[in-house]
C-alpha cells in the first residue's frame, strides 16, 4: 500500500479540511500530519481504496476514509484523541 498521491489528496479534501481545523495536529507536509513533535496520522492508497493510518500510543489504527461516512468516524476519532490528551 503506498502513500497517498496528490490525486488522493484532492480526492480527499473535504476530510483534510477538517482535520487541518483540530487544534494541536500540525501538518508537516501534505496530508502528514503530527501531534506535537510525534508523527500522528497519514493517509494510503490502494485498489482497496483509501486508508488514514493513525497512531495510537505506539501503534498505528488504520482507518478506511473512501466514503463520507468513513471520514465522519475518523474525524470523531481524532477529535476525541486530542481531547484525551489536553492538557
Known amino acids: 500500500m503506498r502513500h ?3 490525486g488522493a489528496l484532492v ?4 476530510l483534510l479540511g477538517k482535520i487541518r481545523a483540530v487544534e494541536g495536529l500540525n501538518e508537516k ?4 500530519f503530527y ?3 510525534r508523527a500522528f496520522l ?4 490502494d485498489p ?3 486508508f488514514a493510518d493513525v497512531r495510537r500510543g505506539d501503534e498505528w489504527q488504520r482507518f478506511a476514509v473512501t466514503t463520507e461516512a468513513e471520514q465522519r ?3 470523531r476519532w481524532i477529535h476525541e484523541s ?3 490528551s489536553s492538557p
Open 73 to 75: 468516524q475518523l474525524v
Open 29 to 32: 507536509s501534505p496530508g502528514v
Open 42 to 45: 497519514h493517509f494510503h492508497e
Open 35 to 37: 501531534k506535537k513533535s
Open 11 to 14: 480526492e480527499l479534501g473535504d
Open 82 to 84: 486530542c481531547l484525551r
Open 48 to 50: 482497496a481504496g483509501l
Open 4 to 6: 497517498a498521491g496528490e
